[in-house]
């Protein structure tokens, strides 16, 4: 099991007013004949108020397991085997682990305080109802003093806050088009004002244009209603724009977290750097891509040691067999035995572009450490 070694910041854990979320040791498995796949590994996380905690990592490395995990809408064969989730109220009511917590405190939860926004919308949105129907029965189902047509006008004004004209309260979601859709299902998942809004892949079904309107939307509702948001992508470059942190998943495992621009003036896990330099800049001038080598790993049977080593450009000796800590300093923390405050070769500025011989040389001065 990974030691998260965390400075004084990190382990300031328990600050329940700037905190919604303290997520420790986290491990999720997929149980089925074969052997349990581990698809999150002790992730641990704190999410501030307010905050925009971006989640970036290839196909396949846990991003949705760690989501449907978070709001406890995982499905068999997915079990929660280990760790703990505790959401604090931003009223100062008792913490709840929502591992442990019963399904009618969950039912409590959801839309109130927690909410999600899925890749596809018609996940969220039912097809036969039209849209300030379910607007209604969302808010009526928390607010039972409202009534219909109280209702139906809050729903004309979610909608409008996502730049969806009132009067498509009353359009079935086929009649709109696949972003006006995805934008509905944001002003859904935001109807009941909640503290915490986790969004897996939201954009990825919509255009370039759409999904930066969404973007812009998300941040300017994020300023005025002030919940945080967990936002999964496999799109880091999306991230650098709209994240105030990020954790970056490979194989299961938080392997660096920091801010937006930590993560790109400084990636230090040579997966991050591979990350940053596969997709175009936004707004900078286009540079070559370089992408990474080699696929991600088979969670079945994962890489011994470093999971990243047989992709790692900087992997030394030691790599393919000791698993690396998640060491934190001053607020970015990695998972990288180049940054382990021990003996360790000179890091690869460019680590990522292909794997390396198995022993480089040996030099003291750490990165993180
Ligand atoms: N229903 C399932 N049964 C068994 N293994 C699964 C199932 N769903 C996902 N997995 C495993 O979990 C890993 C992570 O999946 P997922 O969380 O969907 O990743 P991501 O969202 O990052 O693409 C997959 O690579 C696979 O090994
Ligand atoms: S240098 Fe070693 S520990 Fe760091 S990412 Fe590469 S293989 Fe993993
Ligand atoms: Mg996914």
New binding site residues.
Partial sequence: MVTQIMSDAEQGTTDTVSDVLHVTGLTVE?V?DGDP?R?CADVTFTLRRGEILGVA??????????ITALTRLQRP??VTTAGSIVFHPRDGGPAIDLVTASPRALRALRWTSLSIVLQSAMDALNPVMRLGAQFADALRTHDRTLSKDAAWARAAELLATVGISGDRARSYPHELSGGMRQRASIALALACGPELVVM?EPTTAVDVVMQRQILAQVLRLRRTLGFAVVF?T?DLSLLLELADRIAI?YA?RIVELGTARELYDDPRHPYTRGLRDSFPPLHAPLTRLTGIPGT?P???RPPSGCPFHPRCAARFEGCDTHLPELITKGGHAVACRLHEPTERPDPAPDSASGPASDTRPDRTEGGAS
């Fill in positions: 997929y089925t796949v698809a990592g290839e196909s396949g490395s846990g991003k949705s397991t760690l064969p997915a897996d999964v496999h998943m299961g991600p088979d969670l079945r």
